[in-house]
Nanobody, 122 residues
């Protein structure tokens, strides 16, 4: 019913920038929150940033001041501008959405993208 399609991952040098985008499609009624999580080898998945439909944002401590999350409600997309990238940012980044679909419009569920690799090289 729902697909989250990510784009923008890849290889970047230390100090560089990268922009990730995620588009949600399907029988979507309402999106409560969209965001990005990441998981590095041997570590738990952690919050990078998320944003509500009203524009309220949250950032993980390690990315505050470097990353910026934004959304386009009309297109059901969320983007993550990543600046001053460091090797510690290397991870698989997952798009996440808390949303309701047509058949169960009263109920919100989490959906995940397939993940996109971000590698920061020195």
């Amino acid at each position: 019913q729902v697909q989250l399609v990510e784009s923008g991952g890849g290889l970047v040098q230390v100090g560089g920038s990268l922009r990730l985008s995620c588009a949600a499609s399907g029988s979507i009624v309402s999106i409560n929150r969209m965001g990005w999580y990441r998981q590095a080898p041997g570590k738990q998945r952690e919050l990078v940033a998320d944003i509500t439909s009203g524009g309220n944002t949250n950032y993980g401590d390690s990315v505050k001041g470097r990353f910026t999350i934004s959304r386009d409600n009309a297109k059901n997309t969320v983007s993550l501008q990543m600046n001053s990238l460091q090797p510690e940012d290397t991870a698989v980044y997952y798009c996440n959405a808390l949303l309701s679909v047509l058949l169960t419009r009263h109920e919100y569920n989490n959906y995940w993208g397939q993940g996109t690799q971000v590698t920061v090289s020195s």
